[in-house]
């Protein structure tokens, strides 16, 4: 199967900093990417859609400001939480679609967690 | 409004034992339905997904799923459970209403607990 990697695993930062997350596409290209948030025990919840060389659209309730999305190329998509706050404390995923058909499958990357002091 | 649910927080069986996780769904149009997997600090794995033809999907690791168009539901089997099966599994539908876009549904997760 495809294979999307996420870099760092783990990051602890300082409250007002920002940390930058990648997301990479090893074996295929991806012009859409998806990142989500995972709070412990719960599902996924979907943060918003990464575009290659378009704007990022974000899902309801989410600060786009906040939560800046860049698509840089076909296998990069990063998302950098700004100003964090301890409240941003969780579980990042970020996913990639194997192609553009309606059916093909999604594969995630392995995650980051990221805790704010 | 599209949905999935999985009614059980957790399942546990015990090994050996054929396990069920239930899935079902609320999707206008034709349904494309997704099980993943997540173990504890990773990402989700794929499983298995159904897209259209026979109603009995196989995946990865030994896993199934059937689909049931009258009952909407996609439930996940395995004949014989392990010990490693224990994780986090999700059951996941394609937003019909993303339009070009793979969105997916998720369903609030079921653990799995398979006992030695």
């Known amino acids: 199967g495809a294979v999307v990697s996420q870099h760092p695993s783990r990051v602890i930062c300082k409250s007002g900093t920002s940390v930058k997350i990648e997301c990479r596409s090893l074996d295929f290209q991806a012009t859409t990417m998806f990142w989500y948030r995972q709070f412990p025990k719960k599902s996924l919840m979907l943060m918003a859609t990464?575009?290659?060389?378009?704007?990022?659209?974000?899902e309801q309730g989410v600060e786009k400001d906040k939560f800046l999305i860049n698509h840089a190329s076909l296998t990069l998509s990063t998302l950098t939480v700004t100003s964090a706050h301890p409240e941003d404390s969780s579980f990042y995923i970020c996913?990639?679609?194997?192609?553009?058909?309606?059916?093909?499958?999604?594969?995630f990357g392995p995650g980051t967690r990221l805790t704010v002091l | 409004a599209q949905s999935v649910a999985q009614p059980e927080d957790q399942v546990n069986v015990a090994e050996g034992n054929p396990l069920t996780v239930k899935c079902t769904y609320s999707v206008s149009g034709n349904p494309y339905l997704f099980w993943y997997v997540q173990y504890p600090n990773r990402g989700l794995q794929f499983l298995l997904k159904?897209?259209?033809?026979?109603?009995l999907v196989k995946g990865s690791y030994g896993f199934e799923a059937e689909f049931n168009k009258s009952q909407t539901s996609f439930h996940l089997k395995k004949p014989s459970a392990l010990v490693s099966d224990s994780a986090l599994y999700f059951c996941?539908?394609?937003?019909?209403?993303?339009?070009?876009?793979?969105?997916?549904?998720f369903g609030a997760g079921t653990r799995l607990a398979v006992h030695p």
């Open positions: 996913s990639a679609p194997s192609g553009q058909g309606r059916t093909d499958t999604q594969y």
């Open positions: 990464s575009n290659e060389g378009s704007k990022a659209t974000y």
């Open positions: 159904y897209i259209t033809g026979d109603n």
């Open positions: 996941a539908v394609r937003d019909s209403s993303s339009g070009g876009y793979n969105k997916l549904i």
